[in-house]
């Protein structure tokens, strides 16, 4: 490959869940089959870095000071649902099940990885929790080990008396799941997170 193809292809490597198979069928895509659409793409990215940014409230995805779920007169301001990254808030859209708010904490708290509460979007939720607007937090982290010390965080260092709600997102088998193929730590969960059965 010449050295041009192999500059774009490093780029593109560095982007998450890019590995090199899928870098280079990117990059043959753009400079070789399809050239006509590497412009678009350019000029659509260019645009993006002028306009697209975090939402100043919640660290969503936003063109404006707010994102448009924070602009929205239909959510529900009093709960707000604590999400690791921008693709677990659209996964919970995607359900239609939650109408409140969010508040994006671009990642978690990872000794290992040297991230710690002043590398999150905390400060920004302390504000919202103290405003005295919220009554429900709903913490929907990573059911790991990362993901409890941030919820217990969350909870110790944010909440700590104040008269609000605090409940985390249910773990289990997904639906049409077989207990067959599920871990040890899945079926503690779905266990754990078990409810009344009624008909």
Excluded: W
């Amino acid at each position: 490959m010449t050295p041009a193809f192999e500059k774009v292809q490093k780029i593109l490597r560095q982007l998450p869940g890019l590995g090199y198979r899928s870098a280079e069928r990117i990059a043959l895509a753009l400079l070789v089959e399809k050239p006509e659409s590497l412009d678009p793409v350019v000029q659509a990215l260019l645009e993006a870095k002028d306009k697209v940014r975090s939402c100043e409230r919640c660290g969503n995805v936003a063109e404006e000071a707010l994102c448009v779920i924070c602009k929205s007169p239909h959510r529900q301001g009093s709960s707000i649902c604590v999400v690791e990254c921008v693709p677990d808030l659209v996964a919970m859209e995607r359900s239609g099940a939650y109408d409140g708010g969010y508040h994006v904490l671009q990642g978690r708290l990872s000794p290992l990885r040297k991230v710690g509460p002043e590398d999150l979007n905390l400060a920004s939720l302390k504000q919202r929790l103290d405003s005295g607007e919220v009554d429900e937090l709903i913490l929907a982290l990573s059911n790991d080990i990362e993901g409890e010390a941030t919820c217990h965080y969350i909870q110790e260092s944010l909440i700590g008396d104040a008269d609000i709600t605090v409940t985390r997102i249910g773990f289990g088998l997904p639906s049409g799941g077989d207990l067959n193929y599920a871990d040890s730590a899945t079926l503690k969960s779905a266990l754990e997170g078990r409810r009344c059965f009624t008909q």
